[in-house]
Nanobody
Framework: QVHLAESGGGSVQSGGSLRLSCAASGYTYSSYCMGWFRQAPGKEREGVAAIDSDGSTSYADSVKGRFTISKDNAENTLYLQMNSLQPDDTAMYYC??????????????????WGQGTQVTVSS
């Protein structure tokens, strides 16, 4: 059974850092495109960062230079290092997975596996 579990969320002040983790089980992790998404209250779920099965990465413009996505295939774990956090980064963060490669790695419609989410709150 496929399972994604996020952790590492919390509350930080503006300018702070957090590292999110997503532990995956039940499938061949290295064959999947993995992504981080976020959803603030009243807003659509948006793509933040993605890493393809070949290691290529994509980032939303709003997080470029501040967030870094990485994965450890041996540990079946996806990470999101978030630096210089701002109040606009406040949201529930989800990891998603889709088999193979996708032309639109930051589109939520490309993903069919999701974790339960972890909350990130940034105060000014």
């Amino acid at each position: 059974q496929v399972h994604l579990a996020e952790s590492g969320g919390g509350s930080v002040q503006s300018g702070g850092s957090l590292r999110l983790s997503c532990a995956a089980s039940g499938y061949t992790y290295s064959s999947y495109c993995m992504g981080w998404f976020r959803q603030a209250p009243g807003k659509e779920r948006e793509g933040v960062a993605a890493i393809d099965s070949d290691g290529s990465t994509s980032y939303a413009d709003s997080v470029k230079g501040r967030f870094t996505i990485s994965k450890d295939n041996a540990e079946n774990t996806l990470y999101l290092q978030m630096n210089s956090l701002q109040p606009d980064d406040t949201a529930m963060y989800y990891c998603g997975a889709t088999y193979g490669r996708t032309w639109y790695p930051l589109s939520k419609n490309e993903y069919n596996l999701w974790g339960q989410g972890t909350q990130v709150t940034v105060s000014s």
